[in-house]
């Protein structure tokens, strides 16, 4: 039993970390930040608030619903670009299957 549970925390231990890369939006172009986030699947994108400059916003945004939870569904999204003030992106959103329609989405 002890021989099993020190391989399984080698096992652990010796797993590749997989983090998230994180990336200032408004220092890209909207074609740019959709590449990282399609290259990459899952990217965090951050961008300073347009009526408080000193807040900085951000938000995960993903490839394909492949990369949200099981109760949530890739809808566009929009993040300020250093070419475009809405920059269209999928982020993962709830979405509520006691409503009886699975595509319905709420804000």
Same mark, same amino acid.
């Given at each position: 039993? %002890?021989?099993?549970?020190?391989?399984? /925390?080698?096992?652990? @231990? /010796?797993?590749?970390?997989?983090? #998230?890369?994180?990336?200032?939006?408004?220092?890209?172009? &909207?074609?740019?930040? %959709?590449? !990282? @986030?399609?290259?990459?699947?899952?990217? #965090?994108?951050?961008?300073?608030?347009? *009526?408080?400059?000193?807040?900085?916003?951000?938000?995960? +945004? !993903?490839?394909?619903? /492949?990369? &949200?939870?099981?109760?949530? *569904?890739?809808?566009?999204? +929009? @993040? $300020?670009?250093?070419? *475009?003030?809405? &920059?269209?992106?999928?982020? &993962?959103?709830?979405?509520? $299957?006691?409503?009886?329609? +699975?595509?319905? +989405? *709420?804000?």
């Amino acid at each position: 039993m %002890k021989a099993v549970l020190a391989a399984l /925390s080698l096992v652990l @231990v /010796s797993a590749e970390a997989h983090a #998230i890369s994180r990336y200032n939006s408004q220092s890209m172009s &909207c074609a740019e930040a %959709k590449a !990282v @986030v399609r290259e990459e699947g899952a990217a #965090i994108l951050r961008w300073r608030s347009a *009526r408080n400059p000193t807040l900085p916003l951000y938000g995960r +945004f !993903v490839r394909d619903d /492949s990369y &949200c939870s099981g109760l949530e *569904r890739a809808r566009t999204s +929009f @993040v $300020p670009t250093k070419d *475009r003030s809405a &920059c269209a992106v999928y982020e &993962c959103k709830p979405y509520y $299957p006691e409503d009886g329609n +699975f595509l319905l +989405f *709420r804000n």
